[in-house]
C-alpha cells in the first residue's frame, strides 16, 4: 500500500521533471509569451501589452538593427529590459540627449549592443548604463499578441 | 512496413528530443564539466585542465568574492572566459596596471562584478573591458579533476 503510493509519487515526480525541462527548453529555443510593462516603448508597446518572443535569433546570431529585443537588466540581473536595437558592433552612435548642445558620439564596442527605448523621454537605457553585452540578450519580440484596450473589449463582450 | 518504420522514426525522435532536453537542463540548473584552455588562471587552473562547473550559485545569486567562474565574454558572446571574482557590486577595485606609477581605483556598479586571471601578466579581464554584468555569468567552478600525470 505503502510502496504504491510511494512508486506512484516518483512517476508523477519523473513526468513533472521530465515535461518541465521539455517545457522550459521550448522557452529557452523557440520563445515564448512576454508581459512587457512601463512606458519606456510607447507607442510601439504599451504598459502591459502581450508579446511574443522568438529566441532563436540570438542563438544564431541574427538580431539586427530596429529590432526590438528582451535582454537581462545590465544593473539588476532579476529583471529584464525590452528595448530597441539603435546600433550593433562598430557603428556609431548618439551618446548625448536630445537637448544637449553639444552632441557626442562613440563607437560601439565588439560583441556589444547599443538600445534605446521608443519612447525617449522617458527611457532608462543604453544612454545611461552604456552599451549592453551581446550575451544578455533574451530574445527578439516579432509580434504582439494583445494589447490592453483589446483586453477589456475581449472582456466587456 | 513503411508505417512501422515512419513510428520507429519519430518515437526514436521523440526520445532524443526528451532525454536532450532534460541533459540541457542538468547541465543548465545543476552543473557539468568544462575544458578550461589558456594561460590567465595559472597556476590555479593550467591549460586543458577539466573543471566541475555548477550552475546553482548564479541562480540563487550567491557567487562571492574569491569564487572562480565560468562567464560569456562580454566581447565575444560566442566564447566564455574563466576569471576569479575580485570585487562585487559597490566594492572599490584597483582599476591601474601594477606597473602604473599613479594608481587608480573605481567602484563596481550595481549588478556588476570585477574579474582577474590569477596569472595577472597574461590575462585580459575586467582591466581591459572593465566590469562585467552579472548577467553574463554562467557558472561556479567548484572543484578541479586531478589529472593522471606521470612524474619522471
Redesign the interface.
Known amino acids: 500500500m505503502f510502496r504504491n503510493a510511494l512508486g506512484k509519487t516518483f512517476r508523477f515526480l519523473g513526468y513533472t521533471?521530465?515535461y518541465?525541462?521539455?517545457a522550459?527548453?521550448a522557452f529557452e529555443y523557440l520563445g515564448g509569451v512576454v508581459v512587457c510593462s512601463g512606458p519606456s516603448m510607447e507607442p510601439t508597446i504599451q504598459n502591459s501589452d502581450i508579446v511574443f518572443s522568438e529566441n532563436l535569433s540570438r542563438h544564431f546570431?541574427c538580431i539586427r538593427k530596429g529590432d526590438i529585443v528582451i535582454a537581462?537588466?545590465?544593473?539588476?540581473?532579476?529583471s529584464n529590459i525590452c528595448k530597441r536595437v539603435i546600433g550593433l558592433e562598430g557603428d556609431k552612435v548618439c551618446t548625448s540627449n536630445p537637448s544637449d548642445f553639444l552632441k557626442s558620439h562613440s563607437y560601439v564596442?565588439?560583441?556589444?549592443v547599443w538600445l534605446e527605448g521608443d519612447n525617449l523621454r522617458n527611457s532608462t537605457d543604453s544612454r545611461c548604463?552604456g552599451p549592453?553585452?551581446?550575451?544578455?540578450i533574451r530574445g527578439r519580440i516579432c509580434f504582439k499578441v494583445f494589447t490592453v484596450p483589446q483586453i477589456f473589449a475581449l472582456i466587456h463582450l
Not at 537581462?72 to 532579476?78: A, E, G, L, R, V
Not at 549592453?132 to 544578455?136: A, E, H, T
Open positions: 521533471v521530465q518541465g525541462c521539455i522550459h527548453c546570431y537581462k537588466s545590465p544593473n539588476d540581473p532579476k564596442p565588439k560583441g556589444h548604463y549592453v553585452p551581446y550575451g544578455l
